[in-house]
């Protein structure tokens, strides 16, 4: 049919005679005219014909209901190609490279020009006989200009941060940290204490009992520094510095505080989830086996073995269940979340609540995976089952070996070990055989009638 | 042998996301496009047995930090989408982001997002092309209700947005080597070939490595507009009925019009890839799906030695509402059963077979006469809706558009004196025939001159109609046909890469390009139609690649007749406008507001120009 296709011709043809009649009027009238003249019975099997003769045509129009693939000729695809069967991942395209790069370089940049700041607050708030207090006014400024070297006020007429040209109403400031040239305005207040704060928990990397606290006090903040001197009880010192540095030591300050948010207690639970379906997954592959062994009538293990991993498994069951609940508590409460926001409550209980789900279908899959103990009747039968077995196949192993003949059930204990062996040694021989090794087979041949003659010499006694 | 399945394309990509991603608890953000991708192939609780903990969508994240969980962010490369993600990353929440772009994303944008990274909280930047909505293993779509700007061309972001989807489609296939061959009377097809063809040759080298490769993907472009008939259908296959009478939005039902429905049915699922039975009768006839419910419920019945016999639709509603263990077992059934007795239900309400078989005939057949008289018949049968009579007009106005003894207006008459036919539904005609009228037209649409469409009359005659209700068959099926067999005409159909062969970087692609009538043997066939496409023409496709073809079918938007009638009217609304010229002398975002005004509420305001009279 496949082949015919090439060689359909398009047109009017009657489908009989393959005459092309040009239009439809004339090709009905042929049909009816030249083939449908004849006796019915022909007709019948003129039509099977015609119909038969159009297949190719029809299967154009209409779709059989054979599971014929007459499409696949038209594909470069091989259907008896193995590995064209399966479908691939698409095309992926990774960008981490360069953005690592970039990345890089301007973390590199933040980092200098960070450290280079902090160096300098650390000078400049740096309390010890050496450095002038702020009370001192001309030996201060001395000094600070010994840091950084301020700006001359004649070159400036601008501020550097607003560009508005100073005047009467607008006073020349320096920021002690870079020495450029500031309004009044543009300037940031910078306490001496949340210096040191930041200075402190900056250079540590490690978290130490001390600087916890120190962190703690820096969290508490909001910004590090403010746009108005801060009269507060103790009166404390502080840096007037210029708005990009202030933007700079407000980005240190997030660094630390992000690095330092501690893991929400739902992690911590979560990870005791993982630990008990880490154990529970476990235990569970022993306590199969456990229980395929007992139920095949072995008796390396005791339905004791099976009751103690039994108990091990339902703690961690347990455990998984119980610390899930906690998290629908979680969802309710949602601790340590401020009242009025709503988005982050919701997300926190979704997430939560999702959790638990989780963990329901975690306990749903193992309990229809984990199989309850085998009762002592089980177990019984199942024992009783094997013993037949055994004594079944010992009784035609018995048959197969030369001299010996007796009843199983009259067969005295010593030689049980023996037909045992025997039987064993029968099963490595033909393997043995199948596997074309000829010199194992034949020296476990000779140990066979050697077992043989043994038993013999044992049954006689 | 195996397809080639979107559906598993998508969920490659997505399962990678999530097992590139080790630690512990995950969150899943989204934007809106591809939080329906990813939920056309995936389920929540799917998602949630692979520790995806949290579902969130890039514009509206919380404020508190999360940071032991890691974000994997799946966005598609918007502009909205890289801001609100630089934002994030000045501002982190989550420990660790691993971001993935639905599309190609520019240089310096990824420098944008480098210089945010602040924190070093990036993993991960990878473009995984899945941009598109899979709906069946076979069916695709962009999602895009309305694509026709004015006076029928393109509006850039509409252009942009089904270029980055197509050529997604074409990456997550694995497809390298592409001819595109477009409807030559349609220019926006012959816009987006062009940009497709561009778009590819840029961007191929930097992806795909194999060369070697030589199988080559034909991408088929063709318009709506050739075919406006398949989407005025009444439909009898379960999945295009469904959407037909009921509407199915991202596998979605809305149920709750159903008089009586249950609470917990308002809204169902519709997902083949987690629904047995959906899968086995997604294109069984509805007579078929009657009948194999029944058989399942009568399996169950035996189970429950009850004696009742289920003799009708409604018997075996009440049968599962008085069993709610059954329901409670089979949650799909019960789904299945309120919807198939839904449908059942349409159909008697409304006469939908004697509407359905008029409409076959009318396009199939060609007896004048008896189909104006049956429709005439039709218009007095109060059962019948409104919209159905409008189907009928309209697939009368286009099958004898310029036929002498046209009655269109006769007709159009009678129903406006017989029925109250909306403002919308009146202009519907005329924008129709604007839409897909002969004028735009390149091949018959109605086949009745062609030998192959005689030949197939000839046998319908010799064997009788097998079904009266499935006796249309879409273009894109005689297309498909056509371009297998080496037949569809360059001077209809022209391949992209023709034009530009004196390129010498062009030369390979031109050496494979043959003349015409030799067959190119493709590896597959991607379809896509500008303005959407039909459940019917799915149906046909399914049929070809169950004989063994490979095509994979899709378009802006999978249509039914009332989400075809929105999109022709508020294009035709908008074209209209533009002529207009003393709306040139208005503001820009005035025009566009009367223009929104008049698509959202067409009831209230027919024509846009009323709102500025001030109507």
């Not at chain 1, 990397?205 to 903040?221: A, D, G, R």
């Not at chain 2, 899945?130 to 694509?147: Q, R």
């Not at chain 2, 490595?209 to 008939?229: G, P």
């Amino acid at each position: 049919m496949l082949q015919t296709i090439g060689d359909t011709r398009e047109g009017f043809l009657c489908p009989q005679c393959h005459q092309d009649m040009g239009n439809l009027e004339m090709l009905q009238i042929h049909f009816q005219n030249v083939h449908m003249k004849q006796s019915s019975t022909i007709i019948k099997g003129l039509f099977s014909f015609a119909k038969q003769k159009l297949k190719s045509v029809q299967d154009n129009f209409q779709n059989s209901n054979e599971p014929s693939k007459m499409y696949s000729q038209y594909f470069s695809f091989d259907p008896h190609d193995y590995y064209s069967k399966k479908q691939y991942m698409g095309f992926t395209r990774s960008h981490y490279a360069y953005f690592q790069i970039v990345r890089k370089d301007k973390l590199h940049e933040i980092y200098t020009k960070t450290q280079q700041l902090l160096l300098r607050l650390e000078l400049l708030t740096d309390i010890n006989e050496h450095t002038p207090p702020n009370g001192n006014t001309k030996e201060r400024r001395k000094y600070e200009q010994s840091i950084i070297p301020w700006m001359e006020d004649s070159v400036v007429s601008i501020c550097s941060s607003c560009s508005a040209s100073f005047g009467f109403s607008r006073r020349k400031h320096h920021c002690r940290l870079d020495g450029l040239v500031i309004c009044n305005q543009c300037s940031q207040f910078i306490l001496f204490s949340t210096a040191r704060r930041i200075i402190d928990s900056n250079t540590s990397s490690t978290l130490t009992t001390n600087n916890s606290s120190t962190i703690q006090q820096l969290m508490n903040l909001k910004t590090v520094t403010s746009s108005t001197i801060i009269n507060n009880a103790s009166n404390e010192d502080h840096l007037r510095i210029c708005m990009s540095c202030a933007r700079c030591l407000q980005n240190c300050y997030r660094q630390i505080f992000f690095k330092n948010i501690p893991k929400d207690e739902i992690f911590h639970y979560y990870e005791n989830i993982i630990q008990a379906r880490k154990e529970y997954t476990q235990f569970q592959s022993t306590y199969v086996a456990i229980i395929d062994s007992i139920l095949s009538g072995n008796t390396k293990y005791q339905i004791k073995d099976a009751q103690q991993v039994y108990r091990q498994l339902s703690v961690s069951y347990e455990k998984i269940d119980s610390v899930s609940k906690k998290f629908v508590a979680f969802a309710d409460k949602c601790p340590n979340i401020d009242e009025n926001d709503i988005s982050s409550k919701a997300r926190y209980a979704t997430l939560c609540r999702n959790i638990r789900m989780y963990a329901i279908q975690l306990l749903q899959n193992f309990s229809l995976s984990t199989g309850r103990l085998p009762t002592e009747d089980e177990i019984k039968q199942a024992r009783d089952a094997k013993q037949r077995s055994d004594n079944e196949l010992m009784a035609k192993v018995i048959l197969t070996i030369p001299g010996i003949n007796c009843n199983v059930l009259e067969l005295s204990e010593e030689l049980k070990p023996f037909i045992q062996q025997y039987y064993q040694v029968t099963q490595y021989m033909q393997q043995a055989k199948l596997a074309g090794r000829d010199d194992e087979a034949k020296f476990l041949e000779s140990n066979l009638e050697e077992l043989a003659q043994a038993m013999r010499v044992a049954h006689q006694q | 042998m195996a397809n080639l399945n979107v559906i598993e394309a998508v969920r490659f990509y997505v399962r990678r996301m999530i097992e590139d991603c080790h630690d512990n608890i995950k969150g899943l953000i989204m934007d809106k496009e591809t939080a329906s991708i990813v939920s056309m192939i995936y389920a929540q609780s799917e998602l949630l047995q692979k520790e995806v903990f949290l579902f969130e969508r890039i514009d509206s994240t919380g404020q508190k930090s999360l940071k032991s969980l890691s974000a994997i962010c799946f966005i598609r490369p918007t502009e909205e989408n890289l801001e609100t993600l630089v934002r994030e990353l000045h501002d982190p929440k989550y420990g660790s982001y691993y971001i993935y772009f639905s599309n190609f994303i520019q240089t310096n944008a990824i420098k944008t997002l480098a210089d945010a990274d602040e924190f070093a909280c990036v993993r991960v930047i990878q473009e995984f092309y899945a941009d598109y909505l899979a709906i069946n293993p076979h069916v695709y779509s962009l999602n895009i209700p309305t694509t026709y700007h004015k006076y029928y061309e393109w509006n850039d972001s509409v252009l942009h947005r089904t270029v980055q989807g197509l050529v997604s489609l074409i990456f997550s296939l694995r497809s390298r080597n592409i001819i595109i061959r477009f409807q030559k009377s349609s220019n926006m097809a012959q816009t987006l070939a062009d940009r497709i063809y561009s778009t590819m040759k840029t961007q191929t080298d930097s992806i795909t490595s194999n060369i070697n490769d030589t199988s080559q993907t034909i991408v088929l472009i063709v318009d709506r507009r050739e075919d406006a008939i398949t989407p005025l259908m009444n439909q009898w296959t379960y999945q295009a009925m469904v959407h037909e009478l009921i509407g199915i939005k991202n596998n979605r039902v809305n149920l709750s019009q159903v008089p009586g429905i249950k609470k917990e049915l308002e809204e169902v699922i519709m997902n083949a890839e987690h629904d047995e039975f959906y899968e086995t009768n997604l294109y069984s006839n509805f007579g078929d799906i009657a009948t194999n419910i029944k058989a399942l419920m009568e399996d169950f019945q035996e189970k429950h030695k009850n004696q009742s016999k289920l003799e009708s639709i409604s018997d075996m509603k009440t049968f599962v509402e008085t069993y709610p263990q059954f329901k409670k077992l089979s949650g799909t059934v019960s789904k299945h059963v309120t919807i198939v007795s839904e449908l059942s239900r349409l159909v008697g309400l409304y006469n939908l077979l004697e509407v359905s078989e008029i409409e076959q005939n009318l396009v199939c057949q060609s007896d004048h006469n008896d189909i104006v008289q049956k429709i005439k018949r039709l218009m007095h049968d109060d059962k019948v809706r409104n919209e159905d009579i409008l189907r009928l007009l309209c697939l009368y106005a286009l099958r004898y558009e310029h036929q002498s003894n046209n009655e269109l207006n006769a007709l159009k008459n009678e129903a406006q004196n017989r029925r109250q036919l909306s403002e919308k539904n009146i202009r519907f005609i005329p924008a129709l025939l604007n839409y897909g009228g002969q004028k735009f037209r390149q091949t018959n649409l109605f086949n009745t001159q062609t030998p192959m469409a005689i030949t197939r009359q000839f046998i319908r005659g010799l064997r009788g109609v097998d079904n009266v209700y499935a006796q249309h068959v879409p273009l894109i099926k005689d297309l498909l046909e056509q371009l297998l067999r080496g037949k569809l005409k360059d001077t209809f159909y022209p391949n992209v890469s023709a034009k530009d062969q004196i390129n010498p970087n062009n030369r390979n692609s031109a050496n494979q390009l043959q003349p015409q009538g030799q067959i190119i043997k493709p590896s597959e066939i991607i379809v896509y139609t500008i303005g959407g496409i039909t459940y019917e023409e799915s149906l046909h496709v399914h049929m070809m690649n169950k004989q063994g073809a490979r095509i994979i079918l899709g378009g802006s938007y999978v249509h039914n007749f009332s989400s075809f009638i929105d999109e022709v009217v508020s294009t035709e609304t908008f074209t209209r406008l533009l002529n207009r010229e003393r709306f040139i002398l208005l503001q820009p975002q005035c025009v566009m507001r009367a223009f929104q005004i008049c698509i959202y509420l067409p009831a209230l305001y027919d024509d846009p120009w009323l709102i500025f009279k001030g109507k």
